[in-house]
């Protein structure tokens, strides 16, 4: 229920407005906008690549701050999601694996996620596009504003259809939840083939994208990125449409605004797994309240880090259970704040097929992954075996994907220790070398001390394996 004293001081603003402005109550608000891109990885201008073309994304970062260490804590739609919106770790929330068709994994009954906490304090809130998880009581929304968004395709007209909600004479501040489908793969490709009215396609020569090093260069490869660079430049091109709104709308200045992306790019190698290629993603967060803008914070952070973030902005109080992350609000301003040096992450399905569990530890020089069932084969997610750039790789009996083995890939030992400083791609696994041991026994005490506070169900396999 909403407080009193937040009760009073809403009527008081509502009959101190006056006249409505543009549609909208003068009430000051503390308004949330919460942007989640569908598999982008750390793909943008502001990120480092010269050749997307991402100047609406890039002039957020201008307005706001930058994370260049910010990760998933899974690499798979609805069990990130599920992360972003509830501050729990997803093997605590119960939502393992992806919430549509004959997968059906579910959060857990006493879950109050995002828009049930700022609903109950009278938060108005909105979901535009994708959801993706379940159940309803857990993720409840009062609105869905999805008319001519071609399933998430379209982020101008989602971003037309927030300006709409923003502007509608309601003194209550918002909370919208704002997800395109893009650069997600489509049935066929990246939707690159249907038209998006209000949107200016750009499109890429492949001969031009900067193919990553957990790929091989190989036409079809760089054909997809193509693809996959045109989806991520509607989706630019939305939050420009988003970023206008809010300003038309008067609610520049009173606006909370994250821009985020759920996992990595979708191709093998990346999406599904807890390496960074599959985790390390952009996040920028955009505060009224920050001193300093356009910088770049070097903190370690991760999803579970958003609820509280957009919590204590607004003033709502968390759940009556402990979330496993912290506001970043305090650390805007900041480029190398202490305590902020290690990270967790938690994978234990894609499709329910994808039986594969890691746990994973990584600090600013080292990566601990712990395959708790290594003995199976590594599974592939339906689209990233179907895409043309695997098929083509399985026609030609690849050895390697990018710089490493097929069948490291797909066979993977239980513990894997990386210097990522010295080796980025994760290729040289460190965990048996005898210089290394120390640090072995020190990431896999703090991985293990982690999994007891934050009740991971899989803490068994220490026992039955």
């Not at 998880?133 to 379209?154: C, H, L, T, W």
């Not at 985790?279 to 300093?292: A, E, N």
Request: charged letters at 25%; a negative charge.
């Amino acid at each position: 229920m909403i407080s009193w004293q937040r009760a009073i001081a809403w009527g008081i603003a509502f009959l101190a407005a006056g006249p409505w402005a543009e549609g909208r109550c003068e009430a000051a608000g503390r308004n949330v906008v919460l942007v989640v891109a569908d598999d982008q990885g750390l793909d943008a201008g502001c990120y480092g690549n010269r050749v997307l073309r991402t100047p609406h994304i890039d002039a957020l970062a201008a307005q706001g701050t930058r994370f260049d260490f910010a990760f998933c804590t899974t690499a798979s739609c609805s069990p990130s999601r599920s992360v972003i919106l509830t501050g729990l770790y997803n093997h605590a929330n119960g939502q393992y694996g992806l919430q549509h068709a004959e997968h059906h994994f579910t959060t857990r009954d006493f879950v109050r996620g995002l828009p049930v906490l700022l609903a109950d304090e009278g938060y108005r809130t909105c979901s535009i596009g994708k959801v993706h998880v379940q159940p309803d009581s857990a993720y409840k929304f009062e609105r869905f504003m999805n008319d001519g968004i071609q399933g998430g395709r379209n982020a101008v007209k989602m971003a037309e259809n927030a300006e709409a909600f923003m502007r509608e004479a309601d003194p209550r501040p918002f909370f919208i939840y704002f997800c395109p489908t893009d650069p997600h793969r489509a049935v066929r490709g990246f939707a690159n083939d249907v038209a998006h009215p209000r949107v200016t396609e750009t499109r890429y020569e492949p001969g031009d994208v900067l193919v990553p090093e957990f790929l091989t260069d190989q036409p079809e490869v760089r054909r997809e990125l193509a693809e996959y660079y045109q989806a991520i430049s509607r989706v630019d091109q939305g939050v420009g449409r988003l970023m206008q709104g809010l300003k038309d709308s008067g609610h520049d200045g009173d606006t909370l605004v994250l821009y985020l992306s759920d996992n990595g790019v979708p191709f093998p190698g990346a999406k599904t797994n807890l390496y960074d290629s599959g985790t390390h993603l952009p996040l920028i967060v955009r505060s009224p309240d920050q001193k300093h803008r356009g910088g770049a914070c070097r903190a370690l952070v991760n999803w579970v880090d958003i609820a509280p973030t957009i919590l204590e902005f607004s003033g709502v109080k968390p759940p009556p259970y402990a979330l496993h992350g912290r506001s970043l609000l305090k650390i805007l301003d900041e480029t190398d704040p202490p305590g902020w040096d290690q990270v967790f992450g938690s994978h234990t399905f894609h499709e329910v097929t994808m039986y594969y569990p890691m746990r994973s530890i990584r600090t600013r020089q080292y990566k601990l992954i712990l395959n708790l069932a290594h003995p199976l084969p590594y599974p592939f997610a339906q689209d990233l075996f179907d895409s043309p750039s695997w098929q083509a790789a399985l026609e030609r009996k690849d050895v390697f994907i990018g710089r490493r083995s097929v069948a490291a890939y797909v066979q993977r030992p239980r513990v894997e220790l990386y210097d990522v400083k010295a080796d980025p791609g994760e290729l040289v696994n460190l965990a048996d070398h005898p210089d290394q041991a120390r640090t072995l026994a020190d990431l896999e005490s703090r991985l293990k001390a982690w999994q007891q506070q934050t009740k991971d169900p899989w803490l068994i396999k220490y026992v039955h394996e």
